[in-house]
């Protein structure tokens, strides 16, 4: 679980913990990087939407979708409100990722 200060936003911090993530991976012989992302079912929270066209811009392809409750049946009532799960995946085998300036 990997999160920057919405207030430090455009920043280049999430850039640069996902670049130090997928270089580490890589070093490590991972070939495809997977992202969860948890997001209300019946509301929109601005974090998730974020987070969503973010992995979308960089991207990641959505390759599954489904209810949380249906994937994690015991862990589902601890939940605040129901949610969903979209799951993201990209290849990071040769993917150049790059050290941003400053």
């Known amino acids: 679980m ?3 200060d919405p207030d430090r936003r455009n920043m280049g911090i999430g ?4 670049r130090f993530t997928i270089d580490m991976l890589r070093e490590q012989g991972v070939k495809t990087l997977q992202i969860e992302l948890l997001v209300p079912r019946d509301w929109d929270q601005a974090s ?5 066209e ?3 811009r960089s991207g990641y392809q959505v390759v599954r979708k489904g209810a949380f409750e249906e994937q994690y049946p015991d862990l589902a009532p ?3 409100t129901p ?20």
């Open 2 to 4: 990997l999160v920057s």
């Open 48 to 52: 998730k939407q974020f987070m969503a």
């Open 78 to 80: 601890l939940l605040a």
């Open 83 to 102: 949610c969903d799960f979209i799951i993201y995946e990209k290849d990071i085998q040769n993917l150049r990722t790059q050290r941003s300036a400053g």
């Open 15 to 18: 850039r640069e913990l996902r």
């Open 54 to 56: 973010w992995n979308e």
